[in-house]
């Protein structure tokens, strides 16, 4: 049998071999005619790439045929995405065309595969490195320096993203191109993704059903995993981060491989951080948190055929605080209550080109076990098994020399969640759902494009009666349906991009919403769902303005959402076992707002940076009354300095960066106000390069007057707990 099976790896490596294929290309100035050195080739749809020579030349030795999105970028030169077909041997020219300043000009994994400035869907791409600037705690955390997004926080550990006031079941998450499921009802339930193995992150803000399925009423999160290594390299990184405000070690580590055609990425990470402190030293009991993140791919191809096969593995141990007693302890093993959340994403994503069409079939498996320890650290009170089962099957057309592009998908969610202890929040549940859309882009000309679609989604969600000792919960099998649609405008003239859009979501009640009865400790509520709640239905519209000139940006994106059957907790005079009661209800609700940002690049002063940016939400229900977990508005600006000198030691940048929260005084009846706030973060980051390796110093301090905060968008805001204190960082990253 093992003789079998060696002879089968070895029949299908040698296929892969015999199905070699070269591609040469030359990078020139479009002006001057001068070969471009050391520009980056990346395949989009392999995920991997080249470096032209010092002549511009390179060479593509792969294993497939078929036409893919080229995409080629160089320092001083603004980046280009090139459709090319594989099958040509011919040499191939690109040219590229010089630029002093690159802000939104980068390509998105969206499936338009278009730069940003072409995209008729504002799509925000922030990478990973970008969003760490100054250290966040989390990954959630990061995301808050995105203008738009913001962060419920609970401590230090656990962080949900908010997009423009909606987070939760309103916005959709993926990571390895398949959906997040882990019980992200909760408001303790954090983002469940961990940052090592992940690229860049793309922001789409607003109504998003109609690509990326139900529930996408506020926008989406798409992860985008790290690219495999160069053709026929090795790469490797370690790195370590500590932190003094929770005594925290971050530790990262990476291998890239890339040989023949078969690519592999391994990471891996670890943190482990005590109590939070607090401006006046005292530390925040049971804050202390501890991650682990395990994370692999492997790329491969044959003929027309690209795959990748990813599995990632997240653990989080969270301690629990349910109260403001102040704590001087530094230890790291949580008190009681804490909760054990694991993860585990298998992903298999495969692309087949067809001539002009491009086909994409995604299977996924998510499994999510959460443990909640009350009065034993051996026998879990709660624990819920959420088993989540995915397919995404799309195809992509282009006719007509590529001014239409037709896509058409069908995507879908078995779901089945299980209960494992005494404890039971939610009861026993199986969820199904189904989604068809189609989506035509046409574009008039270079300056005019025009989009539209429609979908259908279906959902079922079905369970048994369940009682225990103290609670019971009726059967339930409801079944909801939606259209959708989408349509979409961009006109660019010169310096200036207009878009316009007008979307429409769709999210079924969850089965917390449906069926919560009992206790919610992590919250400190008694929930009560409503069996007979509604879909809600959101309808968008957005707009956007940009102009970029070579030395200055600008941005302007309002925006207006209205959602018919809005669920939210109203709190009740009731008591039950001492703990205050809420209601899920429904209503209509009203959010707009948008954001507003400025990028200044001074010029002879190629090296100075100057960002703010301004965001805003607005929201209220039918009755005028303020909706509850409405970020206040923020001002964000950083002054950055970006220094390319030369010599083995580089100042890669250094930054100053100010955060103004203004006062938020329109909450909902249960909620209280937030007061403003100012913060100031500072950083460098310094480049050693040696012979063979890239040494990498980052340093810096966070909120550096230790100034005494509450964010509006914090679970500590009522027991009146500050935000953390004064955090001063140091990391090292070794890349070889």
């Known amino acids: 049998m093992k003789n079998h099976i060696y002879i089968t790896f070895a029949m299908l490596f040698i296929a892969l071999q015999g199905f070699g294929q070269n591609f040469n290309g030359k990078v020139l100035d479009s002006l001057s005619g001068n070969p471009v050195p050391f520009a980056n080739i990346y395949l989009i749809e392999h995920q991997t790439g080249s470096v032209s020579d010092t002549s511009g030349t390179f060479n593509l030795s792969l294993g497939i045929s078929g036409r893919v999105n080229l995409q080629i970028s160089c320092i001083g030169y603004q980046t280009e995405v090139f459709s090319v077909d594989l099958s040509n041997s011919a040499e191939q020219v690109f040219h590229l065309k010089e630029s002093h300043l690159q802000l939104h000009e980068v390509v998105v994994s969206t499936s338009s595969v278009k730069l940003q400035q072409d995209n008729i869907v504002s799509v925000v791409q922030k990478s990973i490195k970008e969003i760490n600037l100054n250290a966040p705690t989390n990954l959630a955390e990061a995301l ?170 997240l653990g989080n141990e969270f301690g629990i605080t349910e109260s403001d007693t102040p704590s001087v302890s530094t230890t790291r093993t949580p008190e009681l209550p804490f909760q054990n959340i694991n993860d585990h994403l298998i992903s298999f994503d495969n692309t087949f080109f067809l001539d002009r069409t491009k086909v994409t079939a995604i299977l996924g498996y998510n499994y999510n076990n959460r443990e909640e320890f009350e009065e034993s650290n051996i026998f879990p009170a709660l624990k819920m098994d959420l088993n989540s089962f995915s397919y995404n099957l799309k195809s992509s057309t282009s006719f007509s020399g590529d001014k239409l592009l037709l896509l058409t998908g069908i995507q879908g969610m ?159 005079d009731s008591i039950i076992e001492d703990t205050p009661v809420y209601f899920y209800t429904q209503t209509s609700a009203y959010l707009t707002g948008g954001e507003f940002g400025i990028h200044w690049h001074p010029h002879p002063i190629d090296w100075l940076h100057l960002e703010s940016n301004f965001s805003s939400v607005f929201a209220e229900d039918n009755d005028g009354n303020a909706l509850p977990l409405i970020p206040a508005n923020k001002i964000q600006t950083i002054v950055k300095g970006e220094l390319n000198s030369k010599g083995k030691v580089k100042l890669d940048n250094v930054f100053i960066e100010h955060i103004y929260r203004l006062a938020q005084d329109r909450t909902a009846n249960y909620e209280s106000s937030s007061v403003e706030y100012h913060l100031f973060n500072a950083g460098v980051v310094l480049l050693i390069q040696a012979e063979k390796h890239l040494v990498e110093i980052s340093s810096g301090i966070k909120n550096i007057f230790n100034t005494a905060y509450i964010d509006h968008l914090s679970r500590f805001k009522n027991s009146k707990i500050n935000n953390p204190g004064i955090n001063a960082y140091l990391g090292l990253k070794l890349s070889f």
Do not use: C
């Not at 859309?437 to 000309?445: D, H, R």
């Not at 989009?451 to 225990?468: L, P, W, Y």
């Not at 259209?483 to 878009?499: D, E, H, P, T, Y």
């Open 144 to 313: 808050s320096n995105i203008p738009g997004i913001d962060n419920y926080s609970t401590g230090s550990g656990i962080g949900k993203p908010v997009i423009r006031g909606f987070s939760g079941n309103r916005i959709v998450i993926y990571s390895q191109k398949v959906r997040i499921e882990n019980q992200q009802w909760g408001d303790e339930h954090g983002l469940g993704v961990g940052e090592v193995g992940i690229e860049n992150v793309e922001v789409i803000k607003g109504a998003s059903s109609l690509l990326y399925g139900a529930d996408a009423l506020g926008g989406v999160l798409f992860f985008v995993d790290e690219s495999y290594a160069p053709l026929n390299t090795n790469q490797a990184f370690i790195s370590t981060k500590f932190q003094t405000n929770t005594l925290g070690t971050i530790n990262n580590a990476g291998v890239k491989i890339n040989k023949n055609n078969i690519r592999v990425n391994m990471f891996g990470s670890y943190s482990s951080h005590a109590d939070y402190s607090l401006p006046n030293s005292d530390r925040v009991l049971n804050t202390r948190f501890q991650e682990m993140n395990f994370k692999t791919g492997i790329g491969f191809n044959r003929g027309k055929w690209v795959g990748n096969i990813r599995y990632s593995f």
């Open 414 to 572: 078995y779901q089945s969640n299980e209960n494992g202890a005494e404890e039971i929040l939610i009861p026993d549940a199986i969820s199904t759902d189904i989604g068809a859309y189609a989506t035509l882009n046409y574009s008039y000309s270079k300056r005019l494009s025009f989009e539209g679609g429609v979908r259908f989604d279906k959902r079922k969600i079905s369970s048994e009666a369940m009682e225990s000792d103290e609670l019971s919960f009726p059967m339930l099998e409801r079944n909801f349906d939606n259209f959708n649609f989408a349509i979409g405008s961009s006109f660019r003239q010169g310096k200036v991009v207009l878009r316009a859009n007008l979307a429409t979501g769709f999210r079924a009640p969850n089965t917390s919403e449906l069926l919560s009865n009992g206790i919610h400790e992590g919250t400190i509520r008694y929930e009560i769902g409503d069996i007979n709640l509604k879909s809600e239905k959101a309808t968008q519209i957005d707009f956007s303005i940009d102009y970029q000139s070579d030395h200055f940006s600008l941005y302007i994106n309002p925006f207006f959402n209205y959602v018919e059957n809005y669920i939210t907790l109203t709190p009740t």
